[in-house]
């Protein structure tokens, strides 16, 4: 029953494994790149890779995202499938420098 | 200091909401202050934990850890409020009628305080754990105007601990006769909303689908970033963006609520 189960929990990640992940760096408060290419009317992931030395915020309104990054840590973040158009995001404590948009085509 | 403060009031708001209708729906709980008390230090005390361990947190499950852990307070807290709820409708015909005796009735199930020291110290521990994490950022940058900003968070606390109090003043003045209806309809529609977001985590995490991503967008009508879409997020769960499987949660918790309710109000009619 265990392994099922094991087995049933694995099986998403054999998925996931199929689908290319985007990544966004945060460095000196500001995401790299700031423009994110997507392809529209899929679900995709973004991996979000945080390389300063104090937590972040990704936060997107469009998006309805919103999601902590601890201090040199990396998270994963699932979105869409997107219609086609721009969706800003911004880091939420360092609004000032932490700008970039996510561009589903 | 502005922006700060807004950010901190944001995530304090949502925390003292939910204890000002906790609060006031359980009244005539005898100790609830002291339970009151504890579940907020406890949260607080959480709130520190969490935010030292974030990383940690994050890390499991592939990097949605954090929404898991994030989805899990909330169907914890959602249980607890329908419990409350159901347990409440049980004793409705004499909660009606007269409401100091049952005041002592109450008192006596200790299951209300352990509902209470529950869902306060989750809603504490969820919003205070941001908060900190948020607060440490800006003391540990030592930027300029670090005490500002701090300042600015101390004004975000206390604005929002001013309307979970006016929330909380507000319903006890409610007559009795309404009292445990109105309250009672507040707490289901709290539990709804954080079965949305909950939901929302899920969908988040890529454990559940979105069925529709956004099902409808009322961001330019009623923004959730605005005072009033603030309030009504945090009261009944508004989301301008949700997704069709967070209107499946809010409509199913809403509706198991009711049944509970209706079915636990039966045997005391027929008697």
Same mark, same amino acid.
Request: glycine share 10%; hydrophobic share 55%.
């Given at each position: 029953?265990?392994?099922?189960?094991?087995?049933?929990?694995?099986?998403?990640?054999?998925?996931?494994?199929?689908?290319?992940?985007?990544?966004?760096?945060?460095?000196?408060?500001q995401?790299?790149?700031?423009?994110?290419?997507?392809?529209?009317?899929?679900?995709?992931?973004?991996v979000?890779?945080?390389?300063?030395?104090?937590?972040?915020?990704f936060?997107?309104?469009?998006?309805?995202?919103?999601?902590?990054?601890?201090a040199?840590?990396s998270?994963s973040?699932?979105?869409?499938?997107?219609?086609?158009?721009?969706?800003?995001?911004?880091?939420?404590?360092?609004?000032?420098?932490?700008?970039?948009?996510?561009?589903?085509? | 200091?502005? #922006?700060?403060?807004?950010?901190?009031?944001?995530?304090?708001?949502?925390a003292?909401? /939910?204890?000002?209708?906790? @609060?006031?729906?359980?009244?005539?709980?005898? $100790?609830?202050?002291?339970?009151?008390?504890?579940?907020?230090?406890?949260?607080?005390?959480?709130?520190?934990?969490?935010?030292? @361990?974030?990383g940690? /947190?994050?890390?499991l499950?592939?990097?949605?850890?954090?929404?898991?852990?994030?989805?899990s307070v909330?169907?914890?807290?959602?249980?607890?409020?329908a419990?409350?709820?159901?347990?409440?409708?049980?004793h $409705?015909?004499?909660?009606?009628?007269?409401?100091?005796?049952?005041?002592?009735?109450?008192?006596? $199930?200790r #299951?209300?305080?352990? /509902?209470?020291?529950?869902?306060?110290?989750?809603?504490?521990?969820?919003e205070?754990?941001?908060?900190?994490?948020?607060? %440490?950022?800006?003391?540990?940058?030592?930027?300029?105007?670090?005490?500002?900003?701090?300042?600015g968070?101390?004004?975000?606390t206390?604005?929002?601990?001013?309307?979970? %109090?006016?929330?909380?003043?507000?319903?006890?003045?409610?007559?009795?006769?309404?009292?445990?209806?109105?309250?009672?309809m507040?707490?289901m529609?709290l539990?709804?909303?954080m079965?949305?977001?909950?939901?929302?985590?899920?969908?988040?995490?890529?454990?559940?689908? @979105?069925?529709?991503s956004?099902?409808?967008?009322?961001?330019?009508?009623?923004?959730?970033?605005?005072?009033?879409?603030?309030?009504?997020?945090?009261?009944?769960?508004?989301?301008?963006?949700p997704? $069709?499987?967070q209107?499946?949660? %809010?409509?199913?918790v809403?509706?198991?609520?009711?049944?509970?309710?209706?079915?636990?109000?039966?045997?005391?009619?027929?008697?």
């Amino acid at each position: 029953m265990k392994k099922l189960l094991l087995l049933a929990l694995l099986l998403p990640l054999t998925v996931l494994a199929v689908e290319s992940d985007y990544v966004l760096v945060i460095k000196d408060h500001q995401f790299q790149p700031a423009e994110l290419t997507v392809p529209a009317g899929k679900k995709i992931k973004v991996v979000i890779e945080n390389h300063d030395a104090s937590p972040e915020e990704f936060e997107s309104h469009s998006l309805n995202r919103e999601k902590l990054i601890a201090a040199n840590a990396s998270v994963s973040i699932y979105i869409g499938p997107l219609a086609i158009g721009r969706y800003p995001f911004y880091g939420e404590f360092n609004e000032a420098t932490a700008q970039g948009v996510i561009v589903a085509k | 200091m502005l #922006s700060t403060a807004i950010i901190v009031f944001r995530e304090v708001l949502e925390a003292a909401m /939910i204890i000002g209708i906790v @609060s006031a729906a359980t009244r005539d709980v005898r $100790g609830r202050k002291l339970w009151l008390t504890a579940g907020i230090i406890l949260g607080l005390l959480g709130s520190g934990l969490v935010a030292a @361990s974030t990383g940690l /947190i994050a890390s499991l499950a592939s990097g949605v850890g954090q929404e898991l852990f994030n989805a899990s307070v909330l169907g914890v807290a959602v249980l607890m409020l329908a419990w409350h709820n159901v347990w409440m409708a049980s004793h $409705g015909a004499q909660l009606a009628s007269h409401a100091r005796n049952v005041g002592a009735r109450i008192s006596e $199930g200790r #299951s209300e305080c352990s /509902i209470l020291l529950v869902v306060v110290g989750l809603a504490v521990l969820r919003e205070g754990s941001e908060t900190v994490l948020f607060l %440490y950022g800006i003391s540990a940058s030592a930027a300029s105007g670090a005490n500002s900003m701090l300042f600015g968070g101390l004004l975000g606390t206390l604005a929002g601990i001013a309307v979970g %109090y006016t929330l909380y003043a507000g319903l006890l003045r409610i007559p009795m006769r309404w009292f445990f209806a109105a309250t009672g309809m507040l707490v289901m529609l709290l539990a709804a909303g954080m079965a949305s977001s909950a939901a929302h985590f899920l969908i988040q995490a890529d454990v559940l689908p @979105s069925l529709a991503s956004p099902l409808w967008d009322t961001s330019a009508q009623l923004s959730e970033h605005s005072i009033l879409g603030m309030l009504l997020h945090g009261l009944i769960g508004y989301d301008a963006r949700p997704a $069709g499987m967070q209107v499946v949660f %809010y409509i199913t918790v809403l509706a198991l609520i009711q049944l509970g309710m209706q079915w636990a109000e039966k045997p005391k009619k027929s008697i």
